[in-house]
């Protein structure tokens, strides 16, 4: 058995988990298991360091958008491009200092604007794909321009 030891920094504090391998006897392949966790997978920690990112965002919905009602508006009647102004204007607000949080709580169509927009912590496939991608392609603290979804046209800030 290989044991492989890392140490993540979450907060203030650094969490080591200790590593070891194993040979799956069902699959005639090596694993991976976390003892502090007690979870086992097939990808090496070192690769799956970068797999969960968390991100809060403001989502603005159109007429177009796969569920056009929201908590702030019971059916939602402007367009994309209404969308899209409307949207803007909130980038240029956060750009001139209003807090990310404050925006994505008074504005977002989304229910994550009771936590300020915050999702929290996602990996792969957990989300629709354009919003994947613009959320792994940004740098923790960094915020995208408008990124389109079925959902609507979002701003997304990375946090971790």
């Known amino acids: 058995v290989h044991v ?6 979450h907060g203030n504090k650094a969490v080591v988990s200790t590593q070891s391998t194993g040979m799956s006897k069902t699959h ?3 694993y991976f298991y976390n003892t502090h966790t007690q979870e086992s997978s097939w ?11 968390r991100a809060s965002h403001l989502l603005v919905k159109h007429k177009d958008s796969r569920r ?3 908590w702030r508006e019971p059916n939602i009647t402007r367009t994309k491009e209404e969308a899209l102004d409307i949207l803007n204007g909130y980038i240029k607000m956060i750009n001139a200092g209003t807090p990310f949080s404050d925006l994505a709580s008074e504005f977002s169509d989304c229910s994550s604007a009771k936590r300020g927009g915050d999702l929290g912590s996602f990996g792969r496939g957990q989300m629709q794909k354009p919003f994947e991608e613009a959320t792994y392609a940004l740098k923790i603290n960094e915020m995208s321009g408008p990124v389109y979804t079925d959902s ?3 701003v997304i800030l990375r946090t971790a």
Request: net charge negative; no cysteine.
């Open 68 to 70: 056009p009602a929201s």
């Open 4 to 9: 492989i030891h890392s140490e993540q920094n």
């Open 43 to 53: 990808e090496h920690p070192g690769e799956n360091a970068s797999a969960q990112v």
């Open 28 to 30: 005639n392949k090596e």
């Open 152 to 154: 609507g046209i979002h």
